[in-house]
């Protein structure tokens, strides 16, 4: 390849032969001036390069995963035709393997008070010296379907008899659905939820009231869509919740999300979650209520939610 100095000559050559060169030659630029210009301009650039290459290599990311429903193709009631194939089901296998393999590489499972004191608030609290050199993930699941439940909560028993580790799953929850069964899919119980609270399994978070587009939302909509989720949790969980972590946080349906809606959800919580493809960056100026999750689908192989808790692209 070319250097820069000997494109600049040519770009010279060029110019010399062209309608250009008098004016030019009277304000004194010359072959030698274009030189020098080209290799300081070169420079520079490749210096700036590598310098943003390098901030970029130091940034945290974190891969924060969001499932929705966990299924057994095994099972007859949870395959076609007793149940009709959704894009974002995830088979209760992959699932329990790529949790397998977290534990196995001694990831710490973040909760959404972890992702908030560590990485997100304006002045983070110094991370546990039992944590500093762990690489870290999160895993949610949204929405609250018995399915998902039954079987997220037997992988994180399978783990805690295998290993004596205890992982955190954290839920985002419609309290307005607990218990339903005329939905198109059976819901989780507030039962179920207290069950994997005192466990220690699950991390109990809000996905509003009644999951709906908050940005097609008014005001009072918006207000009772946050409290009264909020307040529903926090009243299913009761003095199980020592330490007032329940509800603290929010992930938007849809990852559907404006600035009133960020205005109403500062009222009630912590921080906001968004679907957008992204790993988190840890970077302080980070919105805590634009906090990147990554959307997990049936299409997604192990081996590319591995990647991504490692912090790569696939």
Not at 137 to 145: E, L, M, N, R, T
Not at 164 to 191: H, Q, S, V, Y
């Amino acid at each position: 390849m070319p250097s820069l100095a000997d494109r600049g000559s040519r770009f010279l050559s060029r110019l010399g032969r062209s309608r250009l060169a008098p004016p030019l030659r009277r304000l004194g630029i010359n072959r030698a001036s274009v030189k020098r210009a080209a290799i300081i301009g070169g420079s520079l650039t490749l210096g700036l390069a590598i310098v943003v290459g390098s901030i970029e290599a130091q940034i945290d990311r974190i891969a924060i995963l969001g499932f929705h429903d966990i299924i057994d193709p095994n099972l007859p009631s949870e395959r076609a035709p007793a149940r009709a194939p959704v894009e974002s089901d995830y088979t209760r296998q992959d699932f329990e393997r790529l949790l397998a393999y977290l534990v196995d590489q001694n990831y710490w499972f973040l909760s959404a008070d972890d992702l908030y004191n560590y990485f997100a608030k304006p002045d983070p609290d110094p991370i546990p010296d039992e944590f500093k050199h762990r690489p870290r993930v999160a895993i949610s699941i949204d929405d609250g379907y018995a399915s998902a439940h039954t079987h997220a909560f037997k992988a994180a028993e399978n783990i805690q008899k295998r290993t004596g580790k205890t992982i955190k799953l954290i839920w985002f929850i419609n309290p307005a659905f607990l218990g339903r069964m005329d939905t198109t899919l059976p819901r989780m119980t507030c039962e179920h939820l207290q069950a994997g609270f005192e466990a220690g399994f699950y991390d109990v978070q809000s996905h509003t009231a009644n999951h709906q587009d908050l940005t097609t939302l008014d005001p009072d909509q918006l207000k009772v869509e946050f409290k009264q989720a909020r307040d529903q949790l926090v009243t299913c969980i009761g003095d199980r919740d020592r330490d007032h972590q329940v509800a603290q946080h929010v992930a938007y349906p849809f990852g559907a999300v404006n600035a009133t809606v960020i205005q109403y959800a500062r009222r009630y919580h912590l921080s906001g979650y968004v679907y957008d493809s992204h790993l988190l960056r840890v970077l302080p100026w980070r919105d805590r209520y634009r906090l990147s999750r990554l959307p997990v689908n049936a299409s997604m192989p192990v081996k590319k939610l591995q990647a991504w808790a490692a912090g790569r692209s696939w």
